[in-house]
């Protein structure tokens, strides 16, 4: 099941929308707000076990992407708006689906089907020594290990940076670990990063540059990293 909330000023708007999910076997609907801010405080505290934001634009004290922002959520969205002018604005978030009021079920559904496309999860039995595969619905995606510079925990999910495109996933960090399992390339630093050391050009000790990014290190992984590279 895929669990949603919606934050929408507009009741109308949040009684058709419930309505939808409801009628939507693979939705559950975990929450509503017609207040901004609270539907912020709660993604605050809930943004690991919310699947699917339902999110309108122009609200009165914060607008959607001021929550989007502060919240850091970074999941499947569907922007809403009565305003054609905020559709760019809607894809510059990531947005899967943009949802124009008013709207039929079948756009709707339309932009469920879209998150489902672009979620992409760790298929826990899919990987080897040298590559790990990720899947969505509908195909498996192949990933060398060589490809990935470094990956970075972001609560429930995952972002793999590598050579051609980021990879946000619904895993962990420990959950990945796991798969690099007798790989010496790969070294946590931070309780939040795992790098590849092919893509280390310098570091100190407080931070990293892999892949140009700059990157911390945290105390208690200061010695493991120095213990996986050679110095003369």
């Given amino acids: 099941?895929?669990?949603?909330?919606?934050?929408?000023?507009?009741?109308?708007?949040?009684?058709?929308?419930?309505?939808?999910?409801?009628?939507?076997?693979?939705?559950?609907?975990k929450a509503k707000f017609t207040d901004a801010i609270e539907g912020l405080n709660f993604?605050?505290?809930?943004?690991?076990?919310?699947?699917?934001?339902?999110?309108?634009i122009e609200m009165p004290e914060m607008n959607g992407f001021e929550i989007l922002k502060h919240s850091q959520y970074d999941g499947a969205l569907i922007v809403i708006s009565a305003n054609h002018e905020n559709a760019i604005s809607a894809f510059e978030t990531n947005a899967c689906f943009y949802l124009q009021k008013p709207f039929a079920y079948a756009q709707f559904l339309k932009g469920v089907e879209k998150c489902k496309e672009t979620e992409i999860r760790i298929d826990p039995n899919a990987y080897s020594k040298d590559f790990i595969f990720v899947k969505d619905d509908r195909l498996y995606k192949k990933i060398l290990f060589g490809e990935i510079s470094y990956?970075?925990?972001?609560?429930?999910?995952i972002s793999l940076k590598c050579k051609s495109q980021t990879y946000t996933i619904k895993s962990t960090?420990?959950?990945?670990?796991?798969?690099?399992?007798g790989n010496p390339e790969f070294v946590q630093v931070h309780r939040s990063y795992v790098i590849n050391l092919h893509y280390l050009t310098d570091f100190d000790s407080d931070t990293a540059v892999v892949d140009g990014k700059i990157i911390p290190i945290g105390a208690k992984y200061k010695e493991q990293l120095k213990?996986?590279?050679?110095?003369?």
């Fill in 1 to 29: 099941m895929i669990r949603c909330v919606i934050i929408d000023d507009d009741a109308a708007s949040i009684e058709v929308l419930s309505h939808y999910i409801s009628k939507t076997k693979s939705l559950d609907l």
């Fill in 43 to 56: 993604l605050k505290e809930n943004r690991g076990s919310i699947d699917l934001i339902l999110l309108d």
């Fill in 151 to 157: 990956c970075e925990g972001k609560g429930d999910y």
């Fill in 173 to 181: 960090i420990s959950n990945f670990l796991d798969k690099l399992s």
């Fill in 227 to 232: 213990n996986s590279v050679n110095f003369l």
